[in-house]
């Protein structure tokens, strides 16, 4: 039994409310309700009293898929307006709520990984709220677990992992603060340029997992990355960026894929460019990450930038005299070693390239260049924070590209793929707006 097509449920409604008819206008009184439902062929007959209506099969699965999209709908805006008040003052904003609460920090993957589908990008993040609700916890019920990190996804780490370990060792450093953090890291990036360039680290001036980060265009976002692989060639002064997919087939990707990929190896490149040539204003990490360059560094950082001999760039330049441990700040640590990147001369990244290799052996697919195109590159970064700064909601694939749903582990209870089903059903007997989704 459902409702009467022209009082879909709309997002906030009980899906299985009955509505009453209007009152009697000349009275003002409330006239006794005539109630009709809707029902399939082979319904028991409900209560007498009750109006009838027989719908065909076709329509009654329509109106049925309504009814559960309104019901989802309705979970799905009570977990966003749930955490838009616990996180960020009621405010939905995707970057504040599940990447950097209080600052505007975003990671290279989760920018690329929405040319895919933003949709899914933001149910991954909604998952532990949204895993608690009724529609939810029944699809867990019915045997469709979902990984927020699958097998392939595991793989692919150990695979980084073991590439990291053949060109340097990882060395752990205890960090109390965020300042703590990323001054190792501002370190880690200069030493592995350093050796880059030199072409006596790592193997024959090949470094692998360097950390960038920078606002290109000032969009207002710090953008962080790791690169996989960069290559120095002293002969050709040319520097190769290279980045690693693995796949569970042999077998390229297709385009839908590869425009994610491109995008982030852009990326890459631009924020590595602007970090040698000393493009990079320093402020980046106070503005949008929130860090104090005001905080004294901790005990064991200090202590990496003694074994790495750096010691010495943090000396004033007025007293010409090595500070002594309270006086090495997060400031003075970016301010210098930032220099420092700059003076290494290093040239523009010169070739982007992308090798494809096989998760089960580790055999290489393919390798395939990308070609750098800035003025497509800005125009995608901005559509992509659109999203996550709140500016507009989340986008799931056209009709088209609906075959991406079949990798897809919330198939069974997304709402943008509900919708596009209804609005293309050739039972659909009310106008696309009506459906009870908010575009």
Known sequence: IRMDSSTLPLSGEDPLALHDDEADADSGAQAPAEKRLKI?????????GVELEEVDKE?????????????LQSELDAVKDKLALTRNRGQYVPLRLFRSRGSNVINVTDISQGLWCEVQVEYRHLYPTMRRTAEWTKMAEQGTPVQLKTEGMKQG?????????EVHEKVKVATVTMEDVKAVQLI???????????????????????????????????????????????????LTLLDYKTR?????????QKRGTALQLMIYKCLLDQLTCGATPV????????????TVLSADPIEYIKQHGLLGILTSSESKVSPKDNDITFGRVVERVSKLIAGLDLPLVGTLLVQYEFQGTGEVIGVETV?????????????????WMGTRKATGVDIEDSWKCNFCQFRDVCVWRMHKQLEHSPAAKVPPKSLPYNT
């Open 283 to 294: 402020d980046v990490l106070s503005r949008h990450a929130k860090l104090d360059f005001d």
């Open 188 to 238: 880690d990036t200069y030493t592995q340029l350093s050796s880059i360039k030199s072409a006596t680290g790592g193997v024959g001036g090949l470094e692998r997992e360097i950390s960038v980060f920078g606002d290109p265009f000032g969009l207002g976002v710090l953008i962080t990355g790791i690169v996989d692989q960069l290559q120095f060639s002293p002969e050709s002064r040319e």
């Open 371 to 387: 070609e750098y195109d800035e003025a497509w590159m800005k125009s995608q970064l901005e559509s992509c924070l659109g999203f």
């Open 157 to 165: 780490a150990a695979i980084h992992l073991k590439k990291e370990l």
């Open 248 to 256: 569970q087939s042999k077998s390229m990707p297709g385009e839908a």
């Open 40 to 48: 399939a062929p082979d319904s028991p007959t409900p209560q007498s």
């Open 59 to 71: 329509e009654f699965a329509f109106l049925d898929k309504a009814t559960h999209l309104g019901t």
